[in-house]
């Protein structure tokens, strides 16, 4: 006879929940707290969930709590540089604290949020595969969740949580992907413009001033450096200033 996996019967419940997160979010930042709002409601016992993506240096970059607890938690962590959070993304492994009164992982972390009635948490990283299937998978983060009590907890949550945060984390990798692609797109199309504009403001300045193109540009750059401008802004309001002549009657 086979014998089901204790946890087949929630499976369906919660790829659901992760694939209708991944079909609806469009934005960072909102995608982190959908997501911590699913870890939060996935787990019994839980108090508040958080979402954090972390670059390389440490820094979070995108946060999202479902509570001010788990917001303060984080920010101690954060703070401090220690914490069941960050020791998930550092290690790549799922961090589970049964009684934040016994634990001696993190004494500063611990003894700051001891205020906040925080008993017991589970954080697991946020793991991206490594492209070439060669290489260790990637933490990009962590997801967190949060209990009032001692031993909320156990080895099943830590399964489900892991469950959440596995497609959850290439869906938000991708999507982080797509922001710097449209903002360095944004910031090229800037860049092209200014250029632009330099170029027909010194053209204008050449021909009113009748000075070479080098000239021009002196005169832009001598202007932008006592009125403290950016050059693009002084070539626009040399560009302005031709068009209220020319519509002068």
Known sequence: ?????????????????????????????????SLAQVAHESLAGSVG?????????????????????????????YDLGQGP???????????????LREDRRWPEWSAASAPLGLLSCISVPLLVPD???????????????????????????EQILSLLAGPAALFLSNLQARERAAYLSE????????????????????????????GALQVMIARARSQELLLSRVAQDVLGHMSDLNQAP
Request: hydrophobic share 40%; net charge negative; proline share 4%.
């Open 1 to 33: 006879m086979t014998r089901q996996h204790p946890m087949a019967g929630e499976l369906p419940e919660i790829f659901a929940r992760v694939a209708g997160l991944l079909l609806t979010e469009t934005v960072v930042d909102r995608a982190v707290e």
């Open 49 to 77: 969930a958080g979402g954090t993506l972390i670059d390389a240096q440490g820094r979070p970059t995108s946060t999202a709590s479902t509570n001010r607890l788990v917001e303060e938690a984080d920010r101690l962590q």
């Open 85 to 99: 959070c960050l020791s998930a993304w550092a290690g790549a492994r799922v961090v589970r604290v049964d009684d």
């Open 131 to 157: 492209v070439h299937g060669a290489g260790e998978p990637e933490p990009i983060g962590a997801l967190k969740v949060y209990a009032d009590r001692a031993h909320a907890f156990d080895g099943r949550s």
């Open 187 to 214: 910031a090229l199309k800037d860049a092209l413009h200014s250029r632009s504009v330099i170029d027909m403001a010194k053209g204008v300045l050449m021909e009113r001033l009748k000075v070479s193109e080098r």
